[in-house]
Nanobody, 118 residues
Framework: QVQLVESGGRWVQTGGSLRLSCAASGRTFNSVVMAWFRQAPGKEREFVASHSWIGNTTSYSDSARGRFTISRDFTKHTLNLQMNDLKGDDTAVYYC???????????WGQGTQVTVSS
């Protein structure tokens, strides 16, 4: 069964904002760590942001820090990523991932395309 489904990706002008959402099943949503990764054309997958139940902590890549905000909606069972001041380098397929016990990211969504241009 599909456990992670991303949505919200679209074309946006440089400097604009987008909010991505990842719908997760109850068990998957309860994963110790959930995160957003992205992969641009011709590049390797890279970490963007994560949230851990341990201490309710968040972590961000250098490029995301100060511009992106990750959060979990406990009522809707969604992992969200608010992205502001988008740049061309943010263009990529964004993936939602979950690490059930906080070691490896075993579960992945299908991805949602974000395209940023002037």
């Amino acid at each position: 069964q599909v456990q992670l489904v991303e949505s919200g990706g679209r074309w946006v002008q440089t400097g604009g904002s987008l909010r991505l959402s990842c719908a997760a099943s109850g068990r998957t949503f309860n994963s110790v760590v959930m995160a957003w990764f992205r992969q641009a054309p011709g590049k390797e997958r890279e970490f963007v942001a994560s949230h851990s139940w341990i201490g309710n902590t968040t972590s961000y890549s250098d490029s995301a820090r100060g511009r992106f905000t990750i959060s979990r909606d406990f009522t809707k069972h969604t992992l969200n990523l608010q992205m502001n001041d988008l740049k061309g380098d943010d263009t990529a397929v964004y993936y939602c991932a979950a690490s059930p016990v906080g070691n490896e990211f075993d579960l992945w969504g299908q991805g949602t395309q974000v395209t940023v241009s002037s």
